[in-house]
C-alpha cells in the first residue's frame, strides 16, 4: 500500500467514526467566543495575581517585613512565620490556571509547558514592580479609609501576634544612650533597649522625629532589640 492509499483510506476511516458519532462541525462563532471568554479569563487571573503579589510586597515592606532577613538567622526565621502563605498561594494558584488558559491560544500551545509558565511568572513580576512603584494599594488603602470601603479596609488592617520575637515600627517618642522609646500607628508605646549584641548601622544617629523598625524580643514589659532600622520618612 503506498502513501496515497494509505491517506484514502485514513480519510474513509475518519468519515467512518463521525457518522456513526454523529459528529457535527462547530460553527465559526463558537471558536471566537471561545477565544473571547478565555482572553476575559486569562485578563482577570492576571490582574488578580498581580494584585495579591503586589499587596504581598505592599504589606511585608509595609510592616517593615524586609527588612528581617538583614537581622540574621532569626530574623529569616521571623521573616517565614510574617510571610502571607495563603496569600502567596492563590497568586501561584491564579498562575497557574493562567497558564492552563494561555495553552488554549495557538501561540501558546506550541511552546514548551516551561516557556509559557516562565513567560507568565517573567510578566506578573513586571506588571507588579510597576503596580509597587506607582503605589497602588497605598492609593487602594487611602481610598478605601476615606468612603469607608469595609472589606478592603479589613484587607489593609494590620494583624499582630504573640509570639516571643516581634518585629515593631514606629516612631521615637523619648531617645536615650541605650534605649529608645516608640510609638507605634495605633497608639501602642514599646520600651526598646539595646544591648552588646543589638544590630545597628554603623553611624546611625536616632532623632525624636525618625520612624524605626525594631526587630527583638519581649523581655519583662521591654523589648529587647536585636535589630534596629532607620525608615525614610
Not at 50 to 59: L, P, Q, T
Not at 75 to 83: M, P
Not at 170 to 180: M, V, Y
Request: aromatic share 14%.
Amino acid at each position: 500500500m503506498n502513501e496515497y492509499e494509505r491517506q484514502e483510506k485514513g480519510g474513509e476511516e475518519l468519515l467512518r467514526v463521525i457518522r456513526e458519532r454523529g459528529v457535527s462541525m462547530r460553527p465559526k462563532w463558537h471558536f471566537t467566543l471561545e477565544n473571547f471568554l478565555a482572553a476575559i479569563g486569562a485578563a482577570f487571573l492576571l490582574v488578580g495575581a498581580v494584585f495579591v503579589a503586589s499587596f504581598i510586597v505592599f504589606s511585608l515592606r509595609k510592616s517593615g517585613a524586609l527588612d528581617m532577613p538583614g537581622f540574621g538567622l532569626l530574623g529569616w526565621y521571623e521573616f517565614f512565620f510574617v510571610l502571607p502563605w495563603w496569600f502567596i498561594f492563590f497568586a501561584l494558584l491564579a498562575l497557574l490556571l493562567l497558564e492552563g488558559v494561555l495553552r488554549k491560544f495557538s501561540f501558546a500551545y506550541q511552546l514548551p509547558i516551561l516557556y509559557t509558565f516562565a513567560g507568565v511568572l517573567f510578566l506578573s513580576f513586571i506588571a507588579v514592580v510597576v503596580a509597587d512603584r506607582l503605589e497602588m494599594h497605598r492609593y487602594l488603602r487611602e481610598i478605601s479609609e476615606s468612603h469607608d470601603i469595609t472589606p478592603v479596609r479589613g484587607l489593609y488592617s494590620a494583624m499582630s501576634d504573640d509570639r516571643a520575637y516581634c518585629l515593631l515600627q514606629g516612631g521615637i517618642i523619648e531617645r536615650h544612650d541605650d534605649r529608645i522609646v516608640i510609638r507605634e500607628h495605633d497608639g501602642d508605646v514599646f520600651r526598646i533597649v539595646f544591648g552588646a549584641t543589638t544590630h545597628i548601622p554603623e553611624g546611625m544617629m536616632f532623632a525624636t522625629s525618625d520612624t524605626v523598625v525594631v526587630f527583638g524580643e519581649h523581655d519583662d514589659g521591654f523589648v529587647r532589640a536585636m535589630g534596629v532600622r532607620l525608615l525614610p520618612n
